[in-house]
Each structure stands twice: as C-alpha cells, then as structure tokens.
C-alpha cells in the first residue's frame, strides 16, 4: 500500500516546538487530533479540536500520567494490517479505530540527568508508553506514519498537502528508520545510566552509545573513505565537535581529527598564562606560553615552522587582532578559540579557506571519559588519559636536583608530551617547545629527531644555538636504556623528567649522574598511540 490517506493522528510529545502549527496544518486537512495530557492542553489552548486519549480508550489517565496510551485501542489501532480480513474483522469486533499518523517524542532522559536530577526524578523521565507508540507505529510502517523529530514537521506537512492527505510508502519508510534509531539512543542513554552511574560499573556486560549524526564530510582520511561527524544524543561533554565554526569551507575528517588534538593539548593550559598549541596530523609541532598571546604564538611557530605551514592553531585566550595578524602569515588550516574579537575576525575574513572554529569554555582536561578504537572484529575501550602531574608528585633521582626554571620546563615538556604519540621526546625552555621527536619505533630515534628538528629551526631563525641547549627534556615513558639519555646530553638538555621503572634505572640514573643532569621520575606514564 503506497497512499494512506491520514484521518486519525495520535500526538503526545514533551517538546512543543512546533506542535500548534503542526495541529493546525493537520486540522486543515480534516484529521481527526486525539491527544494526551499538557499536548492535548497545548493543541486547545491554541483553539484546535482534541480528543482525550481516555475518549478513545475508554479509560481515564492514571497512576501519574505512566497509564495512558498501553491500552488495545491504541496499539490494535496502530498495529493493524489494514488490508488482512483477520485484522479488520478484530478491529470491527473491539470497535478498535485505525491510527494513520503517530507524533511522538520521548521524555528528556537525558537531559534530565544532565541537569543533574535527583534519582527519583531521573526515573520518572524514562518513557514507557511512547517507545512503545513509535516501535507500534514503524512496525506497521506500511499503514501508519510515525514522527519523532519537530525538524520533520514541515516535510509532513509538505507530503500531506502534496498528496492530497495522504503519506507515501517511501515517506513512512524513512520515518519507520528514524523512529527505530530514535527508540535505540534512547534506550542506551537508559541502559548507560543505570550501568556508569546508578551501578556503578566501569565495562559493563553490554555497551551501547546513542550518537546523532551532524554532518557528512567530503571524504574521510583519503578521499577513497567516506567519513561522518557524530555526536552522543544528549548528555555529553563539549568538545571540538560543538565548536561553532564562524568562517572558512566545511571541515574534512582530518580537520576534525586535528583540530581535536590542539584542543585537548591546549585546554591542559586554560588556567595558564597565554598559551598556543600548533598541530600537524594529531601532532604537536610548536607548543609555548608567554605573557601575550602573539609571543606565545612567535615562540611556538618558531620551534618548527616547516610543519607548522598547513597546521591547526589553538589557543586557550580570545584571539586578539595582533595574533590573528601573526597567524595569518602562513597558510594555516583551522584556527581553535574560545572566542575572538571583532578585530581578529575581521583579519581572518581575508582568508576565505581559513576555518574559525569557537568554543567557548575550554573543556576539564581532568574530567572523565571513556576512549573506543575499532579493532578487526571488535572495539577496544578505556578511560581517558587524564592523569596529571605537579610538583608534588616528583621524585628527584640523581644527585643534582633542577632548579626552578628546571623545573617549571620539565613539567611544561612533560605536559606536552603526554600529547605527542609515542614514542615521544620532547624539549623545552622558558615554557616552549624547543624539539620534538614523535611516533618513532624507538626512544633514541625521537630524541635525536627532536634535537635536529631544534638545530634546524635555530639554523632558520638566525639563532647562535638551538634552544635544546639548557633545555628539559620529557620523554612519554621511561628510557629502556641510557643511548636515549645520552642523546639528550648531546643536544644540551641540562635537565630530564620520565616515569622510571625500566630494569635499567639505575644505569639511566648514573649516566645522567656523570653527565651532571638534574632528572626525576613522575611514576606515570602517557604511551599515545
């Protein structure tokens, strides 16, 4: 059956956004409105005609609003094939009226518990009766057409008025999907509730995550992939994907990839002093702090700006007209924020390709979370590597202790670092990035990557020596063996942080004993892969 002409429609939504125009539109096509509690309420006061859903049932509302809709003459009404004998004949006998049109939307689960709702309220927004309208409704998707989302009222109404009241099989096959993924998201927000946060349980039996598809991108990490933006349903921490983009063409997957890294990198220093964060595919390749953000912008381009051409920018203050102007020497991709004066926007308007992503508040980089990887056959999941370091936490091991500028570069290079895949050695001084070594298959190879990468940008700026010299060095995990440490030496660095617990610390710890190096262990480390 393609055509169904609509002449009964069931509404009962929590969100009103649009539901009077939506009434009214049905009203005019002569569909006979039948409603439940504050929609119904809603529908009169905006002086439309409504029947109870008690009229139709027989039965009043009860037990708070939970009894309503499960009654036979809603779901025999929904579920009935219209064109078997059996079914029509049943519905002839228990005087059960057909149901064309279901809009629904569910209780704010989610939203509930976002707002941080006590228990008891949490469990009275969990929907019973509308699930079970929507499955009812999809399920006989051939007879009946289910709407869940007010985005898909202006469609509906655009299929009534253009068949003549009646909704196509195509049209009620692309809602049935809709109302199954809905129904889905909402059931795994419930079921991820009752296991992360009433139970208590870190990997539960069974995982399920909603997610709301916002966009597909041109293409994902090659242009042979096909690639979409999602995003949890309801409920989730703001990130890189709730940014607001002000300018520039629409982002690629590896834009977004990118941009994600800077923003996690940068949002470790949002209670800093100015801080930029330049990134090159998910790496960082020139991190600094200053007292203004043009000279943070200066120190970080300055420690590799071979790679820094086509990077993503972020920074944890307002982008200022000066900056935007320094930034704009080069070709850069995305540019991250938490905002930027009318100064720094208007800059950036010159560059029509350059993406301004916004963020407002920079994200906790101390909150929880969980990370998924796909795997051949499976996914692979963990907590969030938010383990932090502070002074506190240090154990010195070598006979000579750091000083405090020492000390403040060891655990600005240690925080950079924890960002920079593995393996990862990174050096700094006076808070920025002198070198860094990354993704290599041993430690030894970073280090001396990162010293060349250091040398080369002095040769470039005109410097006497690279900034390696009197610099700290971290490295992500500990040194297995002394070449790496030695390495280190050999490009200046006066100072060393590492997690230790090699079988080898006491050679790494003499070596940097004779070499006169100053070195303390955090007792963590940041393996990034």
């Known amino acids: ?23 009214r539109a049905l009203a005019a096509q002569g569909v006979d409105l039948v409603s439940t509690g504050g929609t119904a309420k809603a529908l009169r006061d905006a002086g439309l005609d409504v ?56 209780y704010p689960f989610a939203e509930t518990v976002a707002k941080g709702a006590e228990r008891d309220e949490i469990i ?27 985005a898909d009222y202006a469609e509906l109404i655009g299929e009534l008025e253009a068949n003549g ?72 921490v703001n990130g890189i994907a709730q940014a607001r983009q002000i300018q520039g063409k629409e982002l690629s997957y590896n834009n977004y990839n990118d941009a994600d890294a800077a923003l996690e990198l940068v ?4 209670d800093g002093p100015p801080t930029v964060v330049i990134v090159k595919h998910a790496n960082p390749c020139g991190v600094a702090s200053a007292d203004t953000l043009i000279d943070a912008y200066r120190h970080a381009f300055a420690c590799d700006t071979v790679s820094a051409f086509g990077g993503i920018i972020a920074v944890n203050r307002p982008l200022d007209g000066p900056t ?84 403040a570069d060891c655990l600005f290079a240690w925080t950079v670092a924890k960002h920079v895949k593995s393996n990862a050695i990174v ?19 970073s280090a001396r990557i990162a010293a060349w990468k250091a040398k080369d940008a002095a040769e470039k700026a005109g410097w006497a020596e690279p900034r390696t010299i009197g610099s700290a060095v971290a490295s992500d995990a500990f040194f297995p063996f002394a070449d790496g440490l030695m390495a280190a030496v050999e490009a200046g660095a006066t100072a060393v942080i590492q997690p230790g617990g090699s079988i080898r610390d006491d ?8 070499a006169g190096l100053a070195m303390v262990f955090t007792g963590m480390r940041h393996f990034r892969h």
Do not use: C
Request: net charge negative; aromatic share 4%.
């Open 507 to 514: 050679e790494v710890i003499a070596a940097a004993n004779e």
């Open 267 to 270: 949002s470790e220093f949002r």
């Open 1 to 23: 059956m393609d055509q169904v002409k609509v002449t009964r429609a069931l509404l009962s939504v929590s969100d009103k956004t649009g539901l009077v125009e939506l009434g």
């Open 427 to 445: 050096y700094a001084k006076g808070g920025a990035t002198a070198g860094i070594g990354a993704g290599q298959m041993n430690r030894l190879e």
């Open 324 to 407: 935007a102007e320094a930034i704009s020497g080069i070709f850069t991709e995305v540019v991250v924020a938490p905002d930027a004066d009318e100064a720094a926007r208007a800059v950036f308007a010159r560059k029509k390709n350059l993406r301004l992503l916004l963020t407002g508040d920079l994200p906790d980089p101390a909150r929880r979370g969980r990370v998924m990887k796909s795997i051949a056959g499976g996914f692979l999941i963990q907590s969030r590597d938010n383990g932090m370091i502070g002074r506190d936490d240090l154990k010195v091991v070598t006979d000579r202790a750091p000083s405090e500028q020492e000390l």
């Open 165 to 236: 009241g009646a909704t196509s099989l195509a049209f009620r096959k692309r809602l049935a999907a809709k109302a199954y993924a809905a129904t889905a998201a909402y059931d795994s927000a419930i079921a991820g509730w009752f296991a992360h946060v009433d139970q208590g349980e870190r990997f539960p039996n069974s995982v399920a995550i909603p997610m709301v598809k916002q966009a597909e991108l041109r293409y994902g990490e090659n242009p042979h992939q096909i690639a979409a933006l999602y995003t949890q349903a309801a409920g989730g």
């Open 124 to 150: 009275e927004n969990i929907d019973i009766g509308g699930p079970s309208m929507v499955r009812s409704a999809a399920k006989n998707h051939a007879h009946v057409a289910i709407v869940t989302d007010p």
């Open 51 to 106: 029947r109870d859903i008690s009229d139709l049932t027989g039965f009043p509302e009860m037990m708070d609003g939970r009894v309503k809709t499960l009654h036979p003459k809603v779901h025999g009404g929904l579920l009935a094939v219209r064109d078997n004998p059996e079914h029509v004949a049943s519905m002839e006998e228990h005087e059960i009226g057909a149901i064309d049109l279901v809009v629904v939307n569910l």
